[in-house]
């Protein structure tokens, strides 16, 4: 069907730079302004024994960088900077501003910000500022300019990590400041009030508008707000953090030309559209954390992996967190065990990873995280968490020809920021409808089968792949509709799930209907949501099977599909659940109820046939992914079972420097990074 190999999803305009490093990069967040002097020279000692070669410093320094407005008191720092860069260990250079000091809001006590229901947010904690107060705007570019003047070329700073996690603590903010900067974004996306009015629909509730002065941040109100409304603030939100980061970028830039990056956070999608944010920066970063309730959480880890190196186009990222051991943040705090961190490490690796960081080098004693688990714990550099830290630095120590390689996908799975802050907002069909869930319940199939994921928007190209799925896009524009629509035509499959295509990008129901501007490919229309009630479990018979299948149907008004399973109970019984279309050179499916796991299973086999993949037979719990070098692929294998398994393969295990010829025997938990002639 296509015969080039698929391309990565270009995001977007910054053409990404890599940090001056040796190796794989190997450390974490260092915070020496929580210790006394005389463990300095330790942390030095222990960072050479693990091979660490990059640290993060001064995320949260603010208030001991700038002492009271404008008094800058960089002493501290100068020496740190120095110890690092004398012990050839390279900077990740913080800029402070996700944490504004005391002084700042007793100066600025208007520059807080406001939650939806009115508090004002108080200090002690971080964060808590309106990324819309001048006053903010202008200490945070200072700060950057002083730190970029002072470090820009210093030869230890090989990276700058503007802020932390845009979007946390704070992401929405309903002051003043804020309204004020809305208005006038409003102003300038619509140009006229009728437009706006038009836009959010305003005749419903008799919300009309003649004045832009009228119009508030959609705060905290009797019922629901306006979602086309609440849709574009969470825009407009984003688009202010943006504008914070692009401003401390470039006031960076204007001092060093060392590449730039802020830590994302893939797997929350609270207000950052990471597709834009990718194409600002110079390195993509990423946050990532098990959660521990996740049973099989390495599958969530890949989900965030792989959409880190999609939204950065396919090029190589750095894990810029993630923990040894247990977080402190979640209900149960599960520790991990024996293995796991090498485990979560190399699997984002093997995602594209080319830097393995944690949060954070040496736990701190005081505070709110002092629970949180970190390369030196509490418990010293005699305790398993560290040898474990010192094993997995010489294991990356060996991977350095790894550097660079990229990721090929057969399958794209479609991930839209909008789609989900539309789709989350409130009085929707069903409390069931859950985009991750259904997002996870596919990649989960690939997962298994060992078939590597992109994700991408539903506007990209999508030429490349074989196989499109679209678990959950509630929010389809009508041109990226007919991206898809095209897509099928040209001759690719599409599997979309159902509640896809039902709201255009002012959350307003399509005209025809819910999922009419995907009827070209999918050869149906969806006359009425059938959502269940709780617990209620009804069935699809599909291939002489009959599956479980729960929470919703749909009646599907049939122009050309096929019928593959029809509903076996439930107010939809005896009508269609599952269908395939033929159009043009391609094939477009819809699955318009959520089947289990073996009912997936068994229409993904049919789906795999449609668009010629193969499951890649792994034995459960191995995960396998390739990196494409210039002259030879790796093939990172992790063994997430307790079980010994042989795979067949022949190549060098970079790991253990063991020529393979013909199998590869991995006992339970362990891991292997084979390097493997290309096939001719
Ligand atoms: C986030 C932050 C870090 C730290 C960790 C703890 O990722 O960026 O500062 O709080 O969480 O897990």
Redo the contacts with the bound molecule.
């Keep these: 069907m296509h015969a080039t190999r698929p391309r990565a999803t270009a995001a977007g305009t910054t053409a990404h730079r890599w940090p001056d490093l040796p190796q794989i990069a190997y450390g974490g ?1 260092y915070t020496p302004e929580q210790w006394p002097r005389e463990v300095w020279a330790d942390d030095i000692a222990r960072m050479h024994d693990a091979g660490v070669n990059l640290v993060s410093i001064g ?2 320094a603010w208030g001991l960088l700038e002492i009271r407005e404008g008094d800058f008191d960089f002493g501290w720092l100068d020496e740190v900077i120095e110890m690092l860069h004398a012990a050839g260990i390279r900077v990740d250079l913080g800029t402070p501003t ?1 944490s504004p000091p005391a002084w700042f809001f007793a100066n600025h006590p208007d520059a807080r910000a406001v939650t939806r229901d009115g508090v004002a947010l108080g200090f002690g904690a ?1 964060g808590m500022v309106s990324h819309s107060a001048p006053a903010y705007r202008e200490a945070s570019v200072r700060i950057a300019t002083e730190l970029a003047k002072r470090y820009g070329n210093h030869p230890a700073v090989v990276l700058w990590h503007v802020h ?2 845009y979007g ?1 603590p704070v992401g929405e903010d309903y002051s003043p400041h804020a309204v004020r900067e809305w208005r006038r974004w409003l102003e300038n996306r619509y140009g006229s009030i009728e437009a706006l009015n038009a836009a959010w629909g305003t005749a419903f509730w008799g919300q009309h508008y003649e004045q832009w002065e009228h119009i508030g941040a959609p705060a905290a109100a009797p019922s629901v707000v306006n979602p086309a409304q609440r849709l574009d603030f969470a825009r407009f939100t984003d688009d202010q953090l943006l504008s914070c980061f692009i401003a401390e970028r470039d006031a960076i830039r204007a001092h060093s030309d060392r590449p730039i990056t802020t ?1 994302f ?1 893939a797997n929350q999608h609270g207000g950052v559209d990471l597709w834009k944010w990718a194409a600002e920066v110079d390195v993509v970063s990423d ?1 990532h ?1 098990l959660w521990a309730a996740d049973t099989e959480a390495e599958i969530g880890l890949a989900i965030a992996a792989d959409l880190t190196r999609s939204v950065g186009g396919g090029d190589p990222w750095l894990l ?2 993630h ?1 040894t051991s247990a ?3 979640q209900p149960r705090n599960i520790a991990k065990r024996p293995g796991e961190m090498a485990r979560n490490s190399l699997s984002h690796l093997g995602r594209g990873a080319d830097g393995i960081l944690f ?2 080098w040496r736990a701190s004693r005081s505070g709110a ?1 002092k629970f ?1 688990s970190a390369m030196v714990p509490h418990a010293g550099a005699s305790s398993r968490v560290f040898r474990e830290v010192v094993d997995l630095g010489a294991k990356l120590g060996r991977l350095a020809e790894v550097r660079g390689s990229r990721v090929h996908a057969d399958v794209a799975i479609l991930w839209d920021f909008e789609s989900f802050w539309a789709q989350d907002l409130e009085w929707r069909p069903s409390v069931d409808l859950s985009h991750d869930e259904r997002i996870r319940a596919y990649y989960e199939r690939l997962w298994r089968d060992g078939i590597t994921v992109d994700f991408a928007l539903p506007g990209h190209d999508l030429s490349g792949y074989r196989l499109v799925i679209a678990p959950a896009q509630y929010l389809l524009r009508a041109a990226d509709a007919e991206n898809l629509n095209a897509y099928v035509a040209g001759g690719g499959v599409l599997v979309s799930s159902f509640f896809t295509g039902v709201v255009d990008e002012h959350d307003a129901v399509h005209a025809g209907g819910f999922g009419a501007p995907l009827e070209p490919s999918l050869g149906l229309r969806v006359d009425e949501h059938l959502p269940l009630r709780e617990d209620e479990v009804a069935g699809i018979a599909f291939d002489g099977e009959t599956y479980a299948a729960d929470i919703w149907q749909e009646d599907l008004a049939i122009s050309g599909a096929d019928v593959r399973a029809v509903y076996t109970a439930g107010p939809a019984a005896g009508a269609p659940a599952v269908t395939r279309n033929v159009s043009g050179d391609g094939v477009g499916w819809y699955v318009s109820t959520r089947p289990d796991a073996a009912g997936l299973r068994a229409i993904m086999a049919s789906v795999y046939r449609d668009a010629g993949l193969e499951p890649a037979g792994l034995p459960a719990g191995v995960e396998s992914v390739v990196r494409h070098g210039d002259d030879a692929d790796y093939r990172v294998v992790i063994n997430h079972s307790d079980e010994t398994v042989s795979l067949g393969m022949s190549g060098v295990d970079l790991l253990t420097q063991t020529t393979l010829e013909g199998t590869l025997v991995l006992g339970g938990g362990e891991v292997a990074v084979v390097r493997t002639s290309r096939p001719q």
Aim: proline letters at 0%; a negative charge; glycine letters at 0%.
């Design positions: 967040d995320i949260f996700a971080r932390n996690e946390v830590n956070m946050d954390y810029m967190e923990s977080v402190n943040w949060f954070q995280e949180h």
